[in-house]
T-cell receptor, first 118, second 112 residues
Framework: NAGVMQNPRHLVRRRGQEARLRCSPM?????VYWYRQLPEEGLKFMVY????????ESGMPKERFSAEFPKEGPSILRIQQVVRGDSAAYFC????????????????FGSGTQLSVL | GQNIDQPTEMTATEGAIVQINCTYQ??????LFWYQQHAGEAPTFLSY????GLEEKGRFSSFLSRSKGYSYLLLKELQMKDSASYLC?????????????FGSGTRLLVRP
C-alpha cells in the first residue's frame, strides 16, 4: 500500500515563474492537507481539501497561491509568480476521514517537495 | 489564535531518558499529537493524547494535562537513531472542520 506520494521531490524555479506541486494521497484517503516548512521551523498549515472542495484555506496567502483536489487525479498546490520567500519544503498529508471523524485519526505525510526559487 | 511552544534544541546521551515539553494555548482543542521528523524526511506519527494522563508505547510515552495546556514526550533508552526533530501538534476545531497546528519542533541530538 503506497504512502502519500509527492512530486517532484525537488523543484527549482526562477522568480516570476509558476510552481506546481502534486500530491497523491494514500489509497482510500479523501482528505488532503498542505503544509509549508521553512528551514529550522515547524510545519505551517496552508489548506485543507476534500475531493473537489476547499474546506479550510485560512493558512493560504491571499495572492499567488491556489490549491485544488479534483475528482480524478492528485491534489495540486500552485504558486504563481514565485518569489524567493516562497523557497521552502511543502508537505502534503492525507487522512481517511479528515482527522475529526475519529478521535485518534492521524495524518500521513508525504516526503515533501523542496522548492528553491533563484 | 493558537500558540504552541517547545524548546528549540535538546541534547542527551545514548541510553538515557529525555523529556520534551510542549505548552499550548488554543481554542477548540481536540487532541494533541507528537510526530518525529528526520532531516529531509516526512514527519511520522508517534503518539496521540486527548484525555489527561500518560499514553505509553514502547520506548515512547506522552502525557497530557488539558487544564494546564501542557504535554510532554518521554523517550527512554535513547538510541542514536532517535536524533531527529520532535513536533508537538494540537488538533483544533474550526467551524465544522479540524486541522493540526504544529509547534516549531524540538531538535534532539543523541550523543554516544
Amino acid at each position: 500500500n503506497a504512502g502519500v506520494m509527492q512530486n517532484p521531490r525537488h523543484l527549482v524555479r526562477r522568480r516570476g515563474q509558476e510552481a506546481r506541486l502534486r500530491c497523491s494521497p494514500m489509497k482510500g484517503h479523501s482528505h488532503v492537507y498542505w503544509y509549508r516548512q521553512l528551514p529550522e521551523e515547524g510545519l505551517k498549515f496552508m489548506v485543507y481539501l476534500q475531493k473537489e472542495n476547499i474546506i479550510d484555506e485560512s493558512g493560504m496567502p491571499k495572492e499567488r497561491f491556489s490549491a485544488e483536489f479534483p475528482k480524478e487525479g492528485p491534489s495540486i498546490l500552485r504558486i504563481q509568480q514565485v518569489v524567493r520567500g516562497d523557497s521552502a519544503a511543502y508537505f502534503c498529508a492525507s487522512s481517511p476521514t479528515g482527522t475529526g471523524g475519529r478521535r485518534n485519526e492521524k495524518l500521513f505525510f508525504g516526503s515533501g517537495t523542496q522548492l528553491s526559487v533563484l | 489564535g493558537q500558540n504552541i511552544d517547545q524548546p528549540t534544541e535538546m541534547t542527551a546521551t545514548e541510553g538515557a531518558i529525555v523529556q520534551i515539553n510542549c505548552t499550548y494555548q488554543t481554542s477548540g482543542f481536540n487532541g494533541l499529537f507528537w510526530y518525529q521528523q528526520h532531516a529531509g524526511e516526512a514527519p511520522t506519527f508517534l503518539s496521540y493524547n486527548v484525555l489527561d494522563g500518560l499514553e505509553e508505547k514502547g520506548r515512547f510515552s506522552s502525557f497530557l494535562s488539558r487544564s494546564k495546556g501542557y504535554s510532554y514526550l518521554l523517550l527512554k533508552e535513547l538510541q542514536m537513531k532517535d536524533s531527529a526533530s520532535y513536533l508537538c501538534a494540537v488538533r483544533e476545531r474550526g467551524g465544522s472542520s479540524y486541522k493540526l497546528i504544529f509547534g516549531s519542533g524540538t531538535r534532539l541530538l543523541v550523543r554516544p
